[in-house]
Every structure is written in structure tokens, then in C-alpha cells.
């Protein structure tokens, strides 16, 4: 008797695994936040990719990053940073120089005006913060933290 597709079908694995479970989660986790802090910053002209931004052009002061330390820094993959840094220069968020020994080098630094934003935003972000995570302990935070660092690198 010759065996039914649909009965082996049936018998296969099923689609899911634990692995498959646990990354979907991920991504809708990392889904849910990125939405919700777009929302949130949405009420000051900023986009979540340029806070992040901001953010870290602050960390890079007094010296300012070139547009490849800036893109290799961000949390998202950014293929177009020039036009990044042309929109937030537009709003006075950031200043762009040339290095006067190599013109080619140009030099993104945050502005005063930057600077107050993420000042002000500071609070907002703190309680943003708190309330998609105060609920978990320090201990659950240190292992949250440790564990999505040990799937991006691994071994």
C-alpha cells in the first residue's frame, strides 16, 4: 500500500521551534518598542533614527564623528547617513564642517539646539523607559541585557 502524502505531512516537525519562537519574539519585542518611541518623539519633530543620532554625536564631543563613524554607530543600519545629517542640519540639530587639511573628511557635530532637545527629552525617555520595563527587576534587566548580548555575539 502506497503511504498517504498528507499522512507524512502530518508527521513532519512542526514549522516552530524553540529557536524560531524565541527570535519572532525578539523582532515583535524590537517591533513594539521602535513604534512606541517613534510616538513618542513624533511631538518634537524627531524621528527615532535621528535621537539616536543626536544621542550619540553628543557622546562624541568636542571631536564629532565623520559620517562613517557616525553610521557605524547607529542602532539600525543607516545606508543614506548624508541625508540624515542634511535633515538634521536643516533643523539646527547638527553642524557639519570640512576638515580643513582634507576636504573630503567632514565632520558632524551636535549643536547647542541638539543638545537642549535631548536635554528636554531626557525625562520623557526616563519614563518611557520605566514604564515599558520598571516592572522587571534589576537582576531580570542584567539578564535581559546579557542574554540579547549573547545572541548578537555569540560564542
Same mark, same amino acid.
Given at each position: 500500500? !502506497?503511504?498517504?502524502?498528507?499522512?507524512?505531512?502530518?508527521?513532519?516537525?512542526?514549522?516552530?521551534?524553540?529557536?524560531? *519562537?524565541?527570535?519572532?519574539?525578539?523582532?515583535? !519585542?524590537?517591533?513594539?518598542?521602535?513604534?512606541?518611541?517613534?510616538?513618542?518623539?513624533?511631538?518634537?519633530?524627531?524621528?527615532?533614527?535621528?535621537?539616536?543620532?543626536?544621542?550619540?554625536?553628543?557622546?562624541? *564631543?568636542?571631536?564629532? /564623528? @565623520?559620517?562613517?563613524?557616525?553610521?557605524?554607530?547607529? /542602532?539600525?543600519?543607516?545606508?543614506?547617513?548624508?541625508?540624515?545629517?542634511? +535633515?538634521?542640519?536643516?533643523?539646527?540639530?547638527?553642524?557639519?564642517?570640512?576638515?580643513?587639511?582634507?576636504?573630503?573628511?567632514? !565632520?558632524?557635530?551636535?549643536?547647542?539646539?541638539? @543638545? @537642549?532637545?535631548?536635554?528636554? /527629552?531626557?525625562?520623557?525617555?526616563?519614563?518611557?523607559?520605566? +514604564?515599558?520595563?520598571?516592572?522587571?527587576?534589576?537582576?531580570?534587566?542584567?539578564?535581559?541585557?546579557?542574554?540579547? !548580548?549573547?545572541?548578537?555575539?555569540?560564542?
Amino acid at each position: 500500500m !502506497t503511504p498517504n502524502p498528507r499522512d507524512e505531512i502530518k508527521q513532519a516537525k512542526p514549522f516552530t521551534s524553540l529557536h524560531a *519562537e524565541a527570535e519572532l519574539n525578539i523582532i515583535r !519585542t524590537s517591533a513594539e518598542l521602535t513604534d512606541s518611541l517613534e510616538r513618542l518623539l513624533a511631538p518634537f519633530g524627531l524621528s527615532g533614527t535621528q535621537y539616536n543620532a543626536l544621542r550619540i554625536l553628543r557622546g562624541a *564631543e568636542p571631536t564629532g /564623528l @565623520c559620517r562613517n563613524e557616525l553610521r557605524d554607530r547607529m /542602532l539600525t543600519r543607516m545606508p543614506d547617513v548624508t541625508r540624515l545629517l542634511d +535633515r538634521m542640519e536643516a533643523a539646527g540639530l547638527v553642524r557639519r564642517a570640512r576638515d580643513a587639511e582634507d576636504r573630503r573628511l567632514v !565632520t558632524a557635530r551636535i549643536t547647542e539646539q541638539g @543638545c @537642549c532637545l535631548l536635554d528636554k /527629552l531626557h525625562d520623557v525617555m526616563e519614563r518611557e523607559h520605566y +514604564r515599558r520595563l520598571g516592572h522587571l527587576s534589576d537582576e531580570q534587566l542584567r539578564m535581559l541585557s546579557g542574554l540579547l !548580548t549573547l545572541v548578537r555575539h555569540p560564542g
